[in-house]
């Protein structure tokens, strides 16, 4: 596992349906090492901090293979290291791998994985494709964002360790994924997910209101 690519991007202003957006979504690959902070990596920043960044969000993850397979899916020969609004680009760190909790170590930094991503309409408007957000829940291929648990130094290139998390039940990005996408979940995954301590509280409140309340009415 490696890490292949260090994307970043400031907020601009773009205009979606002739109404101006604030928006960091067009990372751009950068060279050399760069400080990993608590709540951004250097030269990095989230526009609209009421969704996006805090300490749950600080680094967006996503495989250098899910962008080789929206490369085939969508025949786009553009897409590449931060089309998706990655931060990291890695190597061989797939979501069915990868469980909320897990910790990596890259460079002389260390994160907690925390949720998968849940695509906006500013996704669909940076690939130019309305109905993207749906396509790309539905594929589990939604990649992951990290929290900070020691602030350090990262280049591409650095290998990535991933430390599964033993110490709690495994619920795999890609499964919670999936409960996110059907509102539906067995009484298992609602025991492991209730137990994610790593897991930040909105998404706990969410499951009862979404999942359980759901099930309450079949």
């Not at 957000?133 to 360790?161: C, H, N, Q, W």
């Not at 509280?201 to 009862?208: D, K, N, Q, R």
């Amino acid at each position: 596992m490696k890490l292949l690519s260090i994307n970043v991007a400031l907020p601009e202003v773009i205009r979606v349906d002739e109404r101006p957006v604030s928006t960091a979504i067009y990372k751009k690959p950068v060279a050399g090492p760069v400080q990993v902070e608590r709540l951004n990596l250097a030269g990095d920043r989230q526009a609209d901090l009421s969704v996006h960044g805090g300490a749950h969000k600080a680094a967006y993850v996503y495989s250098i293979e899910n962008v080789q397979y929206w490369q085939k899916v969508l025949q786009r020969n553009d897409l590449g290291p931060g089309s998706f609004g990655e931060n990291l680009t890695v190597e061989d760190l797939l979501e069915t791998e990868v469980a909320i909790g897990d910790e990596l170590e890259i460079g002389s930094a260390r994160f907690q994985v925390t949720q998968p991503r849940i695509p906006c309409f500013k996704l669909a408007h940076a690939l130019g494709l309305p109905a993207f957000p749906k396509m790309f829940l539905e594929s589990g291929r939604t990649g992951f964002y990290l929290r900070v648990l020691k602030e350090g130094v990262i280049t591409a290139g650095d290998p990535v360790v991933h430390l599964p998390n033993r110490a709690a039940p495994r619920v795999t990005i890609s499964e919670f994924a999936r409960v996110v996408h059907t509102r539906e979940a067995s009484e298992d995954q609602l025991r492991r997910i209730r137990s994610l301590q790593a897991l930040p509280a909105p998404w706990h409140s969410w499951l009862e209101r979404k999942v359980v309340k759901s099930r309450g009415r079949k």
